[in-house]
């Protein structure tokens, strides 16, 4: 069953969120996963939630996709994004 991550991410150091954005698609792709959506245009339709950066990611499943969070390779880049931007992530199993 495929599981995704959703992000929802404000960038507060562009310079430095640009290294994370060229560095983490090879590792991504490299767990199996591959963007759904990666910052277009995005509006909130129901409840009250600040909408900033959406990043939708897909994974063969949830095993792959805790793989890919808690892996060596992507460690080092969490604190990358944790330094320029203030985000949240959700896993969620899909259908």
Partial sequence: ???YIIANVEVTDPVAYEEYRNQVP???AAHGGRYLARGGAAEVLEGD???NRL???EF???ARLKAFHTSAE???LINLRNKSAKSSLMAVEGV
Wanted: glycine residues 0%; proline residues 17%.
């Fill in 1 to 3: 069953m495929p599981a």
């Fill in 26 to 28: 090879a590792i991504i």
């Fill in 49 to 51: 939630v600040a909408v």
């Fill in 55 to 57: 990043v939708i990611l």
């Fill in 60 to 62: 063969p499943d949830m």
């Fill in 74 to 76: 992507y460690r080092p």
